[in-house]
Nanobody, 130 residues
């Protein structure tokens, strides 16, 4: 399994960034995917998640609802995180992660729990200037 994030960088407060995560080494269509973020000395926290196959179901933490959008392109084995109206508190290293369970049996109840993901990439840094 390999997950490679890209798209991070510096944005002004109120600005936008689009993160991408290219996945390989597993049947991408059959797994939910999540975006998490972490700052030094703090626990990793969930940001957004999308269920397997169609990606019709998505979840977001309250702090990003209405500003962030997660999506997937199964043909490209890629998951995206569109981040709009960025705030300084959004600054962190963002990680793309693969849901541990194939399919969606437990996805709706576990999608935002870090312990239910088993692989992640190297992360991409997001910096937001005020």
């Amino acid at each position: 399994v390999q997950l490679v994030e890209s798209g991070g960088g510096l944005a002004h407060s109120g600005g936008s960034l689009r993160l991408s995560c290219a996945a390989s080494g597993f049947s991408f269509n059959w797994y939910g995917m999540g975006w998490f973020r972490q700052n030094p000395g703090k626990e990793r926290e969930a940001v957004a998640a999308i269920n397997f196959w169609s990606g019709a179901a998505t979840m977001y933490v309250d702090s990003v609802k209405g500003r962030f959008t997660v999506s997937r392109d199964n043909a490209k084995s890629t998951v995206y995180l569109q981040m709009n109206s960025l705030k300084p508190e959004d600054a962190a290293r963002y990680y793309c992660e693969k849901f541990r369970q194939r399919g969606g049996t437990n996805w709706s109840s576990r999608a935002l729990y870090t312990e239910d993901y088993d692989y992640w990439g190297q992360g991409t840094q997001v910096t937001v200037s005020s």
